[in-house]
């Protein structure tokens, strides 16, 4: 399992008694994890110190390029401006045509992503021809590693400055493996499911730390604003600050205080719809939440369960954001 590799690198690196940027730590579990479910590749983060798939992943997306397209779309079509890094860009195409090409020759079946798309692929070239494989596999590389390992991150963060919630989260996690038996570590989804209060963690992190930008989308029918005297155009864009209905003292009591109870069983039927959309509404909403908060869970399961966690950073409990990260607190 790829999480045991991540807890054997941490008691490995525990013996040099030198810090471990958990924003790295993180990243090359993500990776790990993304490059098995999506194509069957073992990343090898922990093992090789110098792993281009991780330098291309860090290099993959920048957060200039997204505020350009969002903000100024004329501009970014005037300079060209791509969603991806160009070097990065390339590497991953130029990774994913060589698995597809072996993968045509191949007798045995592998259980992950891109074996659907060649299912697809084969059943109809008119459907997925060869370039869209490609490309939804860098875009299943982007869309999943930095926003899913920095929003990691910050979990562990708030986890660290606020001692409480880690005693807590010890006591559901370890109440799962004392229910194992000796020897087994093997975490499944079903525990997962389980874990009430771990998710009520992860869902304030994702209220708290929801990236700083708005959700775009543009008008495609005249559209009434209800209870306004306005009406929307056909082709103006719209920019949803999801952040800001995260942090509405209308919406929320005290919504600057890390408070994990806001989603308990209790209080979750009193969030008022729309108000709480960390991944979109919708038929438009993220497809990868689901992988996205699975893996955030897993990783944060085995870090607790076989380690301390503690807030050697001194950092408050109410950090500052890192502005070109997405949920990282500012300075590591």
Not at 106 to 113: A, F, G, H, M, S
Not at 251 to 278: C, D, H, M, Q, V
Not at 284 to 290: E, T, Y
Not at 312 to 324: A, G, Q, R, S, Y
């Amino acid at each position: 399992m790829g999480y045991v590799k991540m807890v054997e690198f941490v008691k490995e690196e525990a013996v040099k008694d030198e810090k471990v940027e958990a924003k790295d730590l993180i990243r090359k579990s993500v990776i790990n994890t993304l490059s098995t479910v999506g194509f069957s590749v073992d990343a090898k983060a922990f093992k090789d110190t110098d792993s281009e798939m991780v330098k291309m992943g860090n290099a993959l997306s920048e957060m200039w390029r997204w505020i350009v397209i969002t903000m100024l779309p004329s501009i970014a079509t005037l300079f060209r401006v791509n969603c991806y890094n160009q070097k990065a860009e390339k590497w991953f195409t130029s990774l994913m045509r060589k698995i597809i090409g072996s993968r045509k020759d191949q007798e045995t079946e592998n259980k992950d992503i891109l074996s659907t798309l060649l299912k697809i692929h084969e059943d109809d070239l008119n459907e997925l021809d060869q370039e869209c494989m490609e490309k939804t596999m860098v875009q299943f590389i982007f869309d999943g590693y930095n926003t899913t390992s920095d929003a990691c991150t910050g979990v562990l963060a708030h986890i660290a400055t606020n001692p409480e919630v880690v005693e807590k989260l010890r006591e559901e996690i370890d109440a799962v493996f004392d229910a194992k038996e000796d020897g087994d570590i093997d975490v499944t989804d079903t525990d997962v499911i389980g874990m009430n209060y771990l998710d009520c963690v992860v869902s304030e992190q994702q209220r708290l730390n929801n990236p700083n930008f708005a959700t775009a989308r543009r008008v495609t029918k005249p559209w009434t604003i209800p209870g306004a005297d306005l009406t929307l155009p056909v082709g103006v864009g719209i920019y949803l600050p999801i952040v800001s209905f995260h942090k509405d003292p209308d919406y929320w009591e005290n919504p600057l205080e890390f408070n994990p109870e806001r989603f308990n069983s209790e209080n979750k039927s009193k969030i008022r719809t729309g108000t709480y959309a960390p991944f979109g509404l919708g038929p438009r909403k993220c497809l990868g939440s689901n992988y996205a908060i699975l893996t955030i869970k897993f990783i944060l399961i085995y870090l607790i369960r076989f380690f301390d966690v503690e807030n050697c950073e001194n950092l408050p409990k109410n950090f500052e954001l890192d502005p070109n990260a997405l949920g990282l607190p500012k300075g590591g």
